[in-house]
């Protein structure tokens, strides 16, 4: 298959673009497009051919469910069967937005969107383009993470091209990803709603809308063997080729250890990831990679991913990298070193 590249450059052209994606997803075909989160691999979801091919293009397990984008509210009324009370004040406060809820499911939704379940996963992006194109489409689009099944997620066009070209239509340029991870899920199938992945919009946001949300202990929990009812659930997940490990605790502790970690592999390609303020203390690694300061975690989110994706371009035998506080968007950081690191985690308090 030959993929085609579009950049939309806000001329006449960009009309054009809008319909060939339409008409490329009324036929079943694949397109990659940029959200605020990160890169989506989009087909229609109505269609269960379409969705298979997703999971094709992917090397993805079919029992790992998509997720549905559209570009208004009212789309939701044919999708699921209701919208609980939380879920209206949810989407009132956070959509458009990193925010996937999940619903009971219509009949109208395929078994090949939902791996099976009764429910199932929707969320409208609010990244302009994103959007224009959902509107354009007049149809729900079934969208996991542009990358192969396993890698860090795309953040570039780059990224995409690199895992997808060859196997998908058509890939739309965006540019860089403003959140760079994973919209945050929340199940309002449940009493109390509880959050299944961690995203940009955390636990706490979603307390100020209803206290009684909670959090699956298993988003940092590293022997989670439950059937996937979310995208994100599968414990090894966003991996670089290198084997990776996360330090957690006590920041100089932690950067102590990880100096000794360094210091234990001279024989080996070594790439640390660590924060603004640290990284200039490490000493003897091949590759250092400052992902931004403690004080701006919306800067690391977003340079995670890409900077799990240069480790594997430098061909580093093993990545060191810094954990952080579990709380607010920690939590959602720790969430993907842990699944890119399968677990792997020292801890010096």
């Known amino acids: 298959m030959k993929t085609e590249i579009i950049k939309f450059e806000g001329n006449e052209n960009d009309k054009k673009y809008l319909d060939k994606i339409k008409k490329t997803f009324e036929n079943g075909g694949l397109v990659v497009f940029p959200t605020e989160t990160v890169y989506g691999l989009g087909g229609n979801g109505l269609d269960a051919k379409a969705c298979k091919k997703i999971y094709e293009a992917k090397g993805r397990p ?3 469910p998509l997720i549905l984008h559209i570009a208004e509210n009212s789309q939701l009324d044919e999708l699921v069967e209701e919208v609980p009370e939380v879920a209206k004040k949810c989407m009132e406060k956070f959509w458009p937005g990193p925010l996937t809820m ?14 099976g379940l009764d429910t199932v996963a929707v969320r409208e992006p609010s990244h302009e383009l994103a959007n224009k194109i959902l509107k354009a489409t007049h149809l729900p689009i079934a969208a996991p993470s542009a990358n192969i099944s396993g890698r860090p997620s795309p953040t570039k066009t780059q990224h995409v091209i690199h895992d997808l070209d060859g196997r998908v239509d058509i890939i739309v340029d965006g540019g ?32 100020k809308i209803s206290p009684d949300i909670t959090i699956d202990q298993s988003t940092i929990d590293s022997t989670n063997k439950k059937v996937p009812k979310s995208p994100g659930q599968k414990y090894k997940h966003y991996a670089p080729k290198a084997e990776a490990i996360c330090f957690g605790g006590n920041i100089d502790k932690m950067v102590l ?14 790439a640390v990831l660590a924060s603004t303020e640290t990284i200039d ?4 690694a091949d590759l250092k990679i400052d992902l931004g300061s403690r004080q701006h975690l919306e800067e690391v989110a977003r340079n995670l991913f890409d900077s799990l994706r240069r480790c594997d371009e430098e061909n580093v035998d093993l990545i060191f990298a810094e954990g952080y506080e579990p709380i607010g968007l920690g939590l959602s950081i720790m969430n993907r070193l842990l699944k890119a690191c399968s677990g792997r985690i020292v801890m010096r308090i």
């Open 62 to 64: 079919s029992d790992n």
């Open 102 to 115: 999940i619903f009971k499911r219509s009949k109208l939704i395929p078994d090949a969107v939902t791996g």
């Open 176 to 207: 860089k990803s403003v959140v760079g991870i994973e919209s945050t899920v929340l199940d309002v199938t449940v009493d109390p709603p509880m959050v299944l992945r961690p995203g940009k919009v955390t636990l706490e946001d979603l307390q």
């Open 257 to 270: 250890e990880i100096q000794k970690n360094i210091d234990k592999n001279i024989d080996k390609k070594v």
């Open 281 to 284: 203390r490490y000493k003897n």
